[in-house]
C-alpha cells in the first residue's frame, strides 16, 4: 500500500479489547477527575503523538451498542431504530443505515 509510511509494533503485550464506553475507558469523558495513568496524561496531551485507528467495522452485537443504563433518547434526535438478523435495535446504532446508502454511491478505489 504506497499510502502508508510505517507500522511499528508499540510493544509485545498483548491486551483484550475492552470497547464498551470507550471513551471512560481512556479518561476522555467530560468532567473526568484527572488520574496519574490516563491516556491524556501519558500522551503528553496529544504533543508528539500520532494515534492509528484499527476500525473493523459495526458489530450491533457487541457490548459497545447495549445502552443498558443510558438515559432515554433525546427528543431532538433523528432516525430510526436499525435491526437486523442477529441483533435487535438500540439507541446506538440509529443513524447506521445511512452510512450504508452514502457508501454505495462512492467511486471504487
Known sequence: MD???SVIQ???TMY???TTRSWEFAGLEEN???KKG???LKA???KDVMIGLLDSGVWPE???FNDEGMGPVP???KGICQSGDAFTSSNCNKGGHIYREILKDLPDA
Open 3 to 5: 499510502e502508508v509510511v
Open 10 to 12: 508499540s510493544h509485545s
Open 16 to 18: 483484550s479489547l475492552h
Open 32 to 34: 473526568h477527575a484527572k
Open 38 to 40: 490516563d491516556l491524556l
Open 44 to 46: 503528553k496531551y496529544g
Open 62 to 64: 457487541s457490548k459497545s
Open 75 to 77: 427528543k431532538s434526535w
